[in-house]
């Protein structure tokens, strides 16, 4: 226990604190659970302790409806007196490197590929939001003033060892549970790197020791269409799945919604795994998003196989279906 005096010293508030911030996706789970948040005091009693915030990252590569969806969420908090913090590049939270999901493939003739390790979630998902906590714990709760490009986590260790881990709440729902084991596995197994790799020594274990990661859908058993129905039973709109429009793990669905709906940006992925394949022309091995078949070959399988679909169905599928959900935060 501090004395008064300690706290003056190191200019820091007295008053016990506890933060919760929800790391929000745009999409229907994490939606899901603000709107709950918002609604059910017992629910906002149970999940979150202290302040709360919701903080997201911008991809830079999302679809049209999720910037309109982070709109309205943008108001509702401000009308629920939440705060809401939408990262986007130029705030300066990212990676210099990965700016936006497609502006590192530009720079270097790079393509993300179902067949290589998945970087994207890290870099224009994790560590932003890691990136922003940080200044602004150093800010609320220490009066630092920090740069925005700050890449420590000076400030989220100090608020850890003075006030107790920082509830990060992830909207993981039922039925998805392999994704947190298949997180803790994958500390584990970095954890057996220790010795070798020290920088993810420092990243396991800071965030070992500062993060509670808090997963209130499989807590409470809530699935995708459980969530759903309840959004539908609010008077706010229930968002699309939130994915990026250049994911690698499009189905050929998808990719024909793309090429229907938003061709511009299909060709320009196009364009950018030609890039790569020119790029890597002498390697044995050059894979392009889907691996050997590039993507106008599964464009062509898509339309064989789905093209008497309408409009209408195409659209219906799209909004049905997202791909953070295989990834892990
Ligand atoms: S939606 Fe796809 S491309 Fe975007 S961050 Fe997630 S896995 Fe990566």
């Not at 982070?70 to 939270?93: N, P």
């Not at 060709?267 to 790569?276: C, L, R, T």
């Amino acid at each position: 226990m501090k004395t008064e005096n300690q706290f003056e010293a190191a200019n820091i508030r007295m008053e016990d604190q506890e933060l919760t911030v929800l790391s929000f996706g745009a999409g229907q789970d994490s939606t899901y659970i603000l709107y709950k948040i918002i609604r059910d005091p017992f629910y906002r009693a149970r999940f979150v302790t202290g302040d709360f915030i919701v903080v997201m990252s911008d991809t830079g590569d999302e679809h049209d409806h999720t910037y309109e969806h982070v709109c309205f969420i943008a108001k509702l908090c401000s009308e629920y007196e939440i705060e809401f913090h939408f990262l986007t590049a130029d705030q300066g939270y990212h990676p210099n490197t990965w700016q936006t999901l497609t502006s590192q493939m530009i720079r270097n003739s790079s393509i993300m590929s179902m067949m290589m390790p998945r970087s994207c979630t890290d870099n224009v998902k994790i560590k932003p939001f890691y990136n922003f906590l940080n200044v602004y714990i150093a800010n609320k709760y220490y009066n630092q003033e920090l740069p925005n490009s700050t890449r420590n986590k000076t400030w989220i260790k100090r608020f850890a060892a003075d006030y107790g881990k920082i509830n990060v709440i992830l909207g993981i729902a039922a039925g998805e549970e392999k994704r947190v084991k298949e997180s803790k596995t994958e500390l584990k197994k970095r954890q057996l790197d220790l010795f070798v790799k020290v920088k993810r020594k420092n990243h396991i274990v800071w965030m070992m020791n500062c993060i509670l990661k808090t997963y209130p859908m499989i807590a409470e058993g809530i699935d995708r269409k459980m969530a759903q129905d309840y959004i539908l039973a609010t008077p706010w709109p229930l968002p699309p799945p939130s994915n990026c429009k250049r994911c690698p793990f499009l189905s050929k669905q998808e990719i024909l919604w793309m090429y229907r709906f938003i061709p511009a940006e299909f060709y320009e992925w196009v364009a950018m795994e030609q890039a790569k394949i020119d790029k890597c022309s002498g390697l044995v091995r050059n894979l392009g998003v889907k691996g050997e078949k590039l993507l106008p070959e599964i464009l062509a399988e898509a339309i064989a196989e789905y093209g008497h679909w309408t409009n209408d169905q195409l659209h219906e599928y799209k909004m049905s279906h997202g791909h953070c959900v295989l990834s892990k935060f």
